[in-house]
């Protein structure tokens, strides 16, 4: 992937074995029928490319909240779909635990917030519009048979781009994935029969994002608290603002912001967002992740190496999970380790958003 990481597209053969057990059909039927989970934000209409408007599909709904929301009419939705709609169901990242798996495993590998989408289709053309991702996205394909164009021109914040020129046609099939750098134009469709894809996108921080951050931090610098010069005096607010440059400068080139800034793109991970509840008990089943490049450890007992390596070919565990890989230690053996593999920054336990 370091040659394509955002910079090209990437296509991954597959059987459809691995994915088999990720969403279904049935998980479709399931999800839909739960009425209270959609809005007009979280379940989404297309045909030919374009969106549908909410109100030709919703009707004026209550959430739990009893606020006013657009809710999917199921038998407008249905009638899109017989003429061929594209249906979107989004914020699925958490919706099941395989979804929740596989999205934090990308967020850790690639430093960036997580998001999944189900993609459903039945028989349909082409989409006359082009569309693409503000993040690095990972089309999986679920079911059936999708046709794809891709462009080689890319969506730039900023910048008024138009695809034109052609990159390449592929066809996916059950267990294949195609990787597409954020801003990568695309169209598609499916084909003869039904079709159903996921897809993952991946947003890493910017420069933009840790705006407040910094905010955050000059409020503590007397220098950002002081009055500024008068307008008239030229020579006077010139010098003030040359000072608030040099503080400003050595406040984000300092290791202690450096360490907040880290803190900050951890935080923004999906394993950072993700527990699990276990009632009747009391345990909250928390993630916990190995760094990228992370090394074994050397000249310790042989049960943190058995333990370090399997957890780096896991990327992502909770500890209910490592007492069900290594029955054979006892709960107070295992904290030991964890313990031990945390502090030699081995293993580490994202928190939430610090902003």
């Not at 079911?143 to 794809?148: E, I, K, N, R």
């Not at 333990?307 to 709960?331: C, D, G, M, N």
Request: glycine share 8%; proline share 5%.
């Amino acid at each position: 992937m370091s040659e394509h990481l955002d910079q090209a597209p990437a296509f991954i053969g597959g059987d459809g074995s691995k994915s088999a057990e990720l969403f279904d059909w049935e998980d479709a039927r399931i999800f839909l029928n739960n009425r209270k989970l959609w809005s007009s934000e979280t379940l989404k209409i297309t045909e030919a490319g374009e969106n549908v408007p909410p109100h030709q599909y919703c009707f004026q709904g209550t959430n739990r909240s009893l606020r006013s929301i657009l809710r999917p009419d199921p038998m407008l939705v249905l009638e899109h779909i017989r003429r061929g709609a594209l249906l979107t169901m989004g914020s699925m990242e958490s919706a099941m635990p395989h979804l929740s798996r596989l999205t934090a495993s990308l967020s850790s590998a690639l430093g960036g917030a997580g998001t999944a989408r189900i993609s459903c289709s039945g028989p349909s053309e082409l989409a006359s519009l082009t569309d693409f991702d503000v993040g690095d996205a990972f089309h999986l394909q679920l079911d059936g048979t999708t046709s794809w164009v891709l462009y080689e021109e890319r969506a730039v914040m900023g910048a008024d781009t138009v695809p034109n020129e052609t990159a390449g046609e592929l066809e996916m099939n059950a267990g294949d994935v195609l990787y597409l750098p954020a801003g990568q134009f695309y169209r598609t469709a499916a084909g003869d029969g039904s079709a159903m894809w996921l897809t993952i996108v991946i947003v890493r921080p910017t420069g933009f994002d840790i705006v407040p951050l910094i905010h955050q931090c000059l409020k503590d610098m007397p220098i950002f608290r002081a009055d500024l010069p008068f307008f008239d005096n030229a020579v006077k607010h010139k010098r003030h603002l040359e000072a608030l440059a040099d503080a400003l400068r050595r406040m984000v080139g300092s290791k202690a912001f450096a360490t907040k800034v880290m803190a900050f793109q951890r935080s923004r991970m999906h394993i950072s967002k993700v527990a699990t509840f276990a009632l009747p008990g009391h345990d909250i089943g928390e993630f916990f992740r190995v760094p990228v490049g992370a090394i074994e450890p050397q000249g310790v007992a042989p049960e943190i190496v058995e333990i370090a390596r399997w957890a780096k070919q896991a990327e992502v565990f909770t500890l209910a999970e490592l007492q069900q890989k290594f029955p054979e230690y006892s709960t107070d053996a295992l904290m030991s380790v964890v313990d031990a593999l945390q502090e030699s920054g081995f293993f580490e336990r994202p928190e939430s958003d610090i902003i």
